[in-house]
T-cell receptor
Framework: EAQVTQNPRYLITVTGKKLTVTCSQN?????MSWYRQDPGLGLRQIYY???????DKGDVPEGYKVSRKEKRNFPLILESPSPNQTSLYFC??????????????FGPGTRLTVL | QKEVEQNSGPLSVPEGAIASLNCTYS??????FFWYRQYSGKSPELIMF????GDKEDGRFTAQLNKASQYVSLLIRDSQPSDSATYLC????????????FGSGTRLSIRP
């Protein structure tokens, strides 16, 4: 079954404690993205990756890091989380750049709360 | 001005009626237009995409695109309670043909 998985699904943490949200896809897609979703603001892109070792900033990259060492995995790293990073996070993958000509497949989401 | 604008709703429509969802975008160079459906607590899923001016039909769903007016809409015929969800409009962005910009979504409620 084609899917994007994320872990953890729910996370409560404290300010400044480094965390990683993992993302993995089994569709051999080259393109992967991270989004955050906040009420009234829609989905905003944090980072995206065009292939292994190729990443670029999206609209709201401050406070986040990513890496793409393997094609299937695209972890999101918060080195020093702050309360304004409390949000719902989605990982997505697609055949074409960010789903420009097809769909993006979204993971189930990670609800992060930073106290 | 937001790049992709949608009325946040909620839009309430009686079961069996036509639901009409609207979206405007700011970049005249946009090429690809998408409608995603998102149930509460779930991830978005693509239901329609359109590239050319005019209408595109898929079952009960019709996407309409008017590039001159920078307007894209989604019509849902014979609305069902299972259509109750948030509908996200997405447009490929102004800075690159590969960047997708999402609207904030319209919450649709189908009342029995």
């Amino acid at each position: 079954e084609a899917q994007v998985t994320q872990n953890p699904r729910y996370l409560i943490t404290v300010t400044g404690k480094k965390l990683t949200v993992t993302c993995s896809q089994n569709m051999n897609h080259e393109y992967m993205s991270w989004y955050r979703q906040d009420p009234g603001l829609g989905l905003r892109q944090i980072y995206y990756s065009m292939n292994v070792e190729v990443t670029d900033k999206g609209d709201v990259p401050e406070g986040y890091k990513v890496s793409r060492k393997e094609k299937r995995n695209f972890p999101l790293i918060l080195e020093s989380p702050s309360p304004n990073q409390t949000s719902l996070y989605f990982c997505a993958s697609s055949l074409t750049p960010q789903g420009a000509k097809d769909t993006q497949y979204f993971g189930p989401g990670t609800r992060l709360t930073v106290l | 001005q937001k790049e992709v604008e949608q009325n946040s709703g909620p839009l309430s429509v009686p079961e069996g009626a036509i639901a009409s969802l609207n979206c405007t975008y700011s970049d005249r160079g946009s090429q690809s237009f998408f409608w995603y459906r998102q149930y509460s607590g779930k991830s978005p899923e693509l239901i329609m995409f359109i590239y050319s001016n005019g209408d595109k039909e898929d079952g009960r769903f019709t996407a309409q695109l008017n590039k001159a007016s920078q307007y894209v809409s989604l019509l849902i015929r014979d609305s069902q309670p299972s259509d109750s969800a948030t509908y996200l409009c997405a447009v490929n962005g102004y800075s690159s043909a590969s960047k997708i910009i999402f609207g904030s979504g319209t919450r649709l409620s189908i009342r029995p």
